[in-house]
């Protein structure tokens, strides 16, 4: 009696199949994403600019874009979520002035470079508490509340100084170490304040992405009435929203002032709108509701990077608001039209 052996069924070496599968499956989550569209801008732009100047890809020349965008990017992830939140806010550029003045004026009053730079920064939320109060108290909205201190927090900024430019000299005490928050380089190499906004940046991605928080941010955006019923306190998070926006532009104000060792009352004026446009561009919807603090970041760069390809080529100043402009109107049509597409559909 022969016995018979069964083998064991073969098994499939090890290939690259799966690594191969997983690959068209990250790229398809990328291009559904809602930023993957102003990310293919961005690459394309890159392109163009390597093309345009040698000196373009440079790692010198790239460095010196992160530290042009640092402070637009700060303020830009406080934006993104009063954006998401159906709102908007106007006075990011008052806001920057006034907490820069603020601390400049101490730093020259002889206080120590962190007390001020801590008043600044409280400066900045107490603006943001403000508006955030005026919109969910009340009841007013918040394009107005914020249009009017845009003009108050300038004003106010004016008054303090009494119109006069602030200068900090390295010869005054701590001058020359708070400095370095916005002149220095980590490791002699990357800017200061891009290392800032990066880390800001990256508490923006969680905080919105990981947290209660940011699902009830885009519960509020996305139908306000909707998340009151289910539990959500709306005028909570629509004031959280408001005062982390009033810190980033403080914060940005205070590495603004570090980075120049010099303030005045108008300073800062137009921010809001390059803000709002980075926040735009990067994919977040004007009326709330949906976008991501990646997609911000990349609208920031967006603009950083189109700003500078125009400075390298010489384009007027002029017309670089012009394109900003066109850029911007392009964001928001693409927006609409996106929106009118998925209501048909």
């Known amino acids: 009696m022969t016995s018979t052996t069964t083998k064991p069924p073969a098994t499939a070496a090890p ?28 690459v394309l732009l890159f392109l163009l ?21 640092a402070q637009i990017g700060i303020m830009a992830v406080g934006a993104t979520f009063v954006i998401l939140n159906g709102e908007i806010d106007l006075s990011v550029g008052s806001t920057y002035a006034l907490s820069a003045i603020s601390t ?26 403000f508006n955030g109060l005026a919109v969910v108290v009340l009841g007013v909205p918040s394009f107005i509340v914020t249009l009017g201190t845009l003009s108050v927090f300038r004003g106010v900024a004016l008054l ?48 919105l992405a990981r947290s209660r928080f940011g699902f009830n941010t ?8 909707a998340a009151r019923l289910v539990g959500v306190n709306v005028k909570r998070v629509k004031l959280t929203a408001f005062v982390l926006s009033g810190f980033t532009a403080g914060l940005a104000g205070v590495l603004g002032l570090s980075f120049l060792s010099y303030v005045q009352g108008v300073t800062g004026q ?4 390059t803000v709002i446009s980075a926040v735009i561009i990067g994919g977040a919807a004007l009326f709330g509701g949906s976008g991501t603090m990646w997609g911000t970041v990349i609208g920031v760069a967006f603009i950083g990077l189109l700003q500078n390809i125009l400075n390298i080529k010489g384009i007027s100043s002029f017309w670089q608001t012009v394109v900003t402009g ?10 609409t039209w996106q929106r009118r597409r998925k209501t048909r559909a």
């Open 15 to 42: 290939s690259s199949d799966a690594s191969t599968r997983q690959f068209p499956l990250a790229l398809r989550r990328l291009l559904h994403a809602r930023e993957a569209g102003v990310f293919a801008a961005l």
């Open 326 to 335: 066109l850029v911007i109107v392009a964001a928001v049509a693409a927006d």
């Open 104 to 129: 400049g004026m101490l730093i020259s009053d002889g206080w120590s470079w962190p007390a001020a730079m801590l008043v600044g920064l409280a400066v900045g939320v107490l603006a943001g508490l």
């Open 49 to 69: 600019g390597t093309v345009l100047s040698p000196t373009f890809a440079q790692s010198d020349n790239l460095l010196s874009v992160g530290q042009q965008i």
């Open 160 to 207: 303090i100084s009494d119109g006069a430019p602030i200068s900090l000299s390295s010869s005054q005490p701590g001058v020359a170490e708070f400095n370095l928050l916005g002149q220095g380089r980590l490791f002699g190499l990357v800017p200061m304040q891009f290392v800032f906004f990066a880390a800001v940046a990256a508490l923006g991605v969680v905080l």
């Open 270 to 273: 137009g921010l809001e709108l």
């Open 218 to 225: 885009y519960a509020v955006g996305g139908n306000q009435e």
